[in-house]
Structure formats: structure tokens, C-alpha cells
């Protein structure tokens, strides 16, 4: 197993790709390790582009690295970190993990990062020069963090920070890593596929922009042989991974060296903070912890999806409660009032076709509502605003709407999208995707096995909650079916007994 990061709660970084951003600079966003034995490899650093030949970036360590943790672990502990009742060690889930050094309480207070030791967008930088100019064009703080972790990284021992890059991984686990080629390959059926290209779409503008506005201007200050495509898709996969929001520290970002070594386990509930009394970065175990044991903290409610798009794993099948999958529905363009429909989607920001959640135990009010709209007939047109409205989530009742009349028809139509989805998943699954194009380099084959491993994983996750939708609304179906009969069977024995 690899380690990975630490954007440890959904509230402390805001869903891809809403981050404020430059005028005319593309968005681009964060998006967690788990508990539970896992799949999980380690991605070339590829450009999205087909081809096989991979960039190195020329620092990190390997993701497997003790040497480099313990390195930084001492430098740590030489510029102000307390003494730790957790050491590095080479654990069963994540290669790389805290462990605990002596028995720790239910809700005791661990790590005690002091600010000093915190990368922000307030950090000094070693380029002066290179600050200075990214702070007068007043760039947002993701991308002024990525440029500051390449320019740190850039000047190896003259950087403060060059122990903490060189314990960060080479190659981040992250979707934005696979090849476009092998998006299309392997994740045909999952939507997470539209989510790793419009990333790494996402990722591209943003340095895109940078280089014409500010890098192009300055070119000895940002020279391109560092400042390239390449060196900034490893930045932003430090920063999709590793960076959190301290709502104690009025919601600002930061990468918080020794914390990011924690792994994930998704029953934990515990996540990062600034502790005012301490004056440090703590966290309060929701549990107790035996000595040798691996102490664990939360990245946040995620899908299996979404901790492949950011963090390059797969929990077991069935051990992510938070897990779901996106089913698309859209409207049919044959439907007499398809442009009213579209109208009234487009009206409340939502399009033809939508994903919405489908998890284990169910589907969504809007879900719900937005399938309604899609079956609704002409006749129904003066409620089609309040389909999209409440399908947008913008109805105050927590029941949502409910049209009976529709309920039939409407759960035919999630069902027939759940089988479609299934039948895309099962062909995957199944062998039915194409063959994997013939390598004679073993570590390209090998990169291939295991990016297969991590598809299948979780293409088998996605199709099991959808295996378990596909069943409640067919036993639904056959309630509302059966009960129509015996309803229709005795109306009838009542006209022939009046007869």
C-alpha cells in the first residue's frame, strides 16, 4: 500500500472546481487512505495526451520512503514540534503511517503543529523576488500555493521547507495522473471519468493563464525548464491531497507537515484544526488507541470515486458507509416540451443530462424531482419550475414533491438508467472492454496492471450499489403493479356483483 494525503473534511476545502480564481484564470478545486485493506498504486506522471513516456520530477522521494519521514520527523522536532506520543512507522494501510508510542485516550489532543510549521499563502518565500510578483498580481491562494511548493522545491537545501519536499511522494496518487487514453480505457462506465478530465482540463488552464499573464513576463524569474505543465499537475496533486482548511485560523488553507503522514479510516471522525489554547494544529481522537497501534483521522465524507480522483485508492467493497455512484439522467429529446424543460433546468443551473448521488441506502429528493420532469407529460407544464427547483435542491420541504400520478412511470425511468449504467459496468467488468495495448516495457506493464486493479475496484464498488437500487425499484415497481391489479380485480368483481 501507498501513502497518500490529508484534505481531511469536506468543509475545509470546496468542491471541484469552485476556488476563487484570477480574472480570465480557469477554476480549479480540491477534492482522501483507508482503514479497511484497500487498492491502491503508484502513477507515472504522465501528460493527459496518449503516449507512454513519463516525466520525472526531480524531487520527492518514493512513496514508500521511511527514510525521508524520519528525516523529516527530526527536522521537525529541531524547529519546534513538541514531542509526539506517535512515530513513523511502516504500517498495513498506507506503507507510511503515525503510530502510537504509548496508550492515547478517547478525545486527547494529538500533534500540536505550531503555525511556524505551516505552509499558507502567508509563507516567505526564498525567492524573494518570485513572491513578490505573484503577491502584486494578486494571485488566489491555490495557485500562489503551487507556484510556492515548485519554487521551494526548485532550490533544494537553500529552501527552509527542503526536508518537507523531500518527504513528499514524486508522484502523487491522483487521477491526474492516468493518460486520457487510459480514462477512456478503464473508467468508460464510471462518471468519475468526466471528473479526472475536467481536473486535469481544470489544472492545465490554470497554468496556462499563469504562464501568458505573469511567468512569459518574468521568464528569469519563472524560467520554463521549472515552471512547466509538469511540475505544476505535481504541486496541485500535493494540494488536492495534502491541503486543508483551518476554520480556526478564519478558514485559511494550508499543508501541515507530520499531520499529512496520518492515514484515513472512514469510521473515524476526527479532523484537523488550529487550537487556540495550544497554539498548534490538533486533532482529538474519538477513540482509544493501544500502544503500536496505527492512530487514524478522517479526510471527510467521500466516495470511492472521489478518493481515487484525489487520492489514488480504492477502499474493500462495502467498507466505505459514504461511498455512492453517479447515475446520469436526461431529458429524451423526442419530448414534445424538451425546450421548456431545458429552460426550466437552465433557470435553477442544472442541464440535460445530470448526475445525482445513488447511494447504498437510496437516491435523492432531487434525483426524484428531476425524474419527474423528465416523464412529466404537456399537461403538467405549469409544474415544471417546481420539478427543477426542487431537483436543485431550492424546495424548503424536506419531503420534496410528490406527483403519485408519476411515481410509476418515474421509478421505470431511474430503473432503466440504473441498467443501462449496469450493462456498461458489466461490460467492463466482464472482459468486454478493449485489450490492453501490447507493452514490451515490463514497468509500463506493470503500471497497467495495477491502474486495472484500481478500475476494476472501484467499477465493482459503483456496480454493487447500483445492483441494490436496480432491486428496490423493482420490488417497488411490482408493489405499485400488484397493487394495481388487486385493485382493478376488485372493481371488477363489484360491477359484475351489481350486474
Known amino acids: 500500500m501507498a501513502e497518500v494525503s490529508s484534505a481531511f473534511c469536506t468543509s475545509f476545502l470546496p468542491k471541484f472546481p469552485k476556488l476563487p480564481v484570477l480574472p480570465n484564470i480557469h477554476g480549479f478545486a480540491a477534492s482522501s487512505r483507508a482503514s479497511h485493506r484497500l487498492t491502491r498504486c503508484s502513477i507515472s506522471a504522465e501528460p493527459m495526451p496518449s503516449g507512454t513516456s513519463s516525466s520525472t520530477i526531480p524531487w520527492g522521494c518514493e512513496i514508500e520512503s521511511l527514510e525521508s519521514a524520519f528525516a523529516l520527523q527530526r527536522w521537525l522536532s529541531e524547529s519546534g514540534l513538541p514531542p509526539q506520543k506517535m512515530d513513523i512507522r511502516r504500517v498495513d494501510v498506507g506503507e507510511r503511517g503515525l503510530v502510537a508510542l504509548k496508550s492515547i485516550r478517547k478525545g486527547e489532543k494529538l500533534l500540536f503543529v505550531p503555525p511556524s510549521l505551516v505552509i499558507t499563502a502567508d509563507s516567505e518565500w526564498t525567492n524573494t523576488e518570485a513572491g513578490y510578483v505573484m503577491r502584486s498580481n494578486s494571485v488566489p491562494d491555490w495557485p500562489l500555493l503551487a507556484t510556492y511548493l515548485i519554487s521551494e522545491a526548485s532550490l533544494r537545501d537553500s529552501s527552509r521547507w527542503s526536508i518537507y519536499i523531500s518527504a513528499l511522494p514524486r508522484q502523487p496518487y491522483s487521477l491526474l495522473y492516468w493518460t486520457r487514453a487510459e480514462l477512456d480505457m478503464y473508467l468508460v462506465a464510471s462518471q468519475i471519468r468526466m471528473r479526472a478530465i475536467e481536473r486535469v482540463s481544470d489544472v492545465t488552464g490554470v497554468y496556462t493563464d499563469l504562464r501568458a499573464r505573469i511567468f512569459s513576463k518574468h521568464p528569469t524569474v519563472f524560467p520554463e525548464e521549472v515552471f512547466n505543465l509538469e511540475t505544476f499537475k505535481w504541486s496541485f496533486g500535493i494540494l488536492f491531497s495534502r491541503l486543508v482548511r483551518l476554520s480556526a485560523m478564519d478558514g485559511k488553507v494550508a499543508l501541515v507537515p507530520w499531520a499529512d503522514m496520518l492515514n484515513h479510516n472512514s469510521e473515524v471522525e476526527t479532523f484537523l484544526d488550529y487550537d487556540k489554547s495550544s497554539r498548534g494544529i490538533v486533532f482529538s481522537t474519538d477513540r482509544v488507541y493501544q500502544s503500536g497501534e496505527q492512530v487514524f483521522i478522517s479526510y471527510g465524507k467521500k466516495s470511492n470515486g472521489e478518493l481515487l480522483l484525489s487520492y489514488g485508492f480504492v477502499p474493500k467493497e462495502g467498507t466505505n458507509p459514504n461511498d455512492s455512484v453517479e447515475l446520469s439522467l436526461s431529458l429524451e429529446k423526442n419530448d414534445k416540451c424538451y425546450n421548456e424543460k431545458v429552460d426550466a433546468l437552465r433557470k435553477h443551473g442544472l442541464s440535460t443530462p445530470q448526475q445525482f448521488p445513488l447511494q447504498i441506502t437510496g437516491w435523492s429528493l432531487e434525483m426524484m424531482a428531476y425524474a419527474y420532469l423528465v416523464v412529466s407529460s404537456s399537461d403538467m407544464r405549469q409544474r415544471f419550475d417546481e420539478m427543477a427547483a426542487c431537483a436543485a435542491g431550492k424546495t424548503k420541504s424536506r419531503m420534496g414533491i410528490n406527483y403519485p400520478e408519476l411515481e410509476e412511470q418515474t421509478l421505470q425511468f431511474i430503473l432503466d438508467c440504473c ?69 382493478l380485480t376488485i372493481f371488477n368483481g363489484f360491477r359484475k356483483l351489481f350486474k
Open 419 to 487: 441498467e443501462s449504467s449496469i450493462s456498461k459496468y458489466s461490460k467492463f467488468l466482464e472482459g468486454g472492454s478493449p485489450l490492453d495495448p501490447i507493452t514490451a516495457n515490463v514497468q509500463e506493464a506493470n503500471r497497467r496492471l495495477l491502474l486495472k486493479q484500481l478500475a476494476v475496484a472501484l467499477c465493482t464498488s459503483e456496480r454493487r450499489i447500483l445492483f441494490r437500487a436496480q432491486y428496490i425499484l423493482r420490488r417497488r415497481l411490482r408493489d405499485i403493479r400488484s397493487g394495481e391489479l388487486r385493485a
